[in-house]
Each structure stands twice: as C-alpha cells, then as structure tokens.
C-alpha cells in the first residue's frame, strides 16, 4: 500500500509504500531523516497522535491514507482579519482548508460569502495550498502560524 505523508519543515508530499502489517515504529524510523528520534505522526483529519493500534487500522480500512510527522504535538494557528484575532492549538495535520473552515465559523462569516476569502501567510502574499499541512509552516522551535484571510484575487473582464 502507498501512503502520503508531509513533515515538518517541507512541504513536498511524500509517498512511500508499507506492507500490510508494517509497524508504526518501523515506517518512523524509515521517514524521520533529520528530524531525528523524537517524531510523533498524525492523521489528516485527526487531531490527536497516531496509535499503533490505529496505524493498523489506517492501513487495514483507509486507501491512501494521508499522514504527517512532526516533533510537536500542536501548532498554534492564528487568523487574523478585519482587526480581529481567533487563535487556537491544531493538530500539524490540519490542512489550511480545515483551518479555514474553522476560521470562518469563529468569525461569523456567511457561508455565502466565505469563499470569497483565502488564508495568505501574514506578512507575505503567499497563499499555501488548501491541502497543505499546517506542521509543514511552522519552522524550527517556533511552532506557531500566521494567516491573513484577505480576499481572494477576482477577474473581472
């Protein structure tokens, strides 16, 4: 089976193909590389570590299982907008799009107009990718992020 995975530090996509009763602590120590020995794995989707017990499940009942590896077990994530602040402890596993959500429920913005917005790194104009883990942001021991929801570019002809 081929899984993907990000980590901390890269935000290349992974993949690397595990047998069916492969080892957490096995495939841990085939992707950490300089991360060293003190790497904890999520789920996408999930907030909390990845068991063994679960690992075994992933690969039993999920198709292409998407993982990430970090040394933290949260990322503080910030989004800031119209001089509001709303904050919380993600897991590195969150994607940008999951935060996203949760950002526009915490601010009370309208569905309908929601996707009207994106999440720009602050201080930059760069906007990752919805599917981008928020671990993969936070560098060295700062593991924190920081987004601007800004509108999103619009075309007009």
Request: hydrophobic share 40%; charged share 25%; net charge negative.
């Amino acid at each position: 089976m081929t899984l993907f995975y990000q980590k901390e530090g890269s935000r290349q996509v992974h993949n690397v193909d595990v047998a069916h009763n492969e080892k957490l602590a096995e495939l841990m120590a085939r992707v950490a590389g300089e991360l060293g020995e003190a790497l904890l794995v999520f789920e996408e989707g999930c907030d909390g570590e990845l068991t063994e017990e679960a690992f075994v499940v992933v690969l039993r009942e999920k198709r292409h299982p998407k993982l990430h590896f970090h040394r933290q077990r949260a990322v503080h994530a910030e989004v800031h907008f119209n001089g509001r602040v709303v904050s919380r402890h993600a897991s590195p596993a969150m994607t940008v799009d999951a935060l996203k959500k949760w950002a526009d429920r915490e601010l009370g913005i309208d569905p309908a107009h929601a996707a009207e917005h994106v999440l720009q790194l602050s201080g930059t104009s760069e906007r990752p990718a919805g599917s981008t883990h928020l671990g993969t942001l936070s560098h060295g021991h700062d593991h924190r992020v920081s987004f601007d929801l800004v509108p999103n570019e619009r075309f007009q002809g």
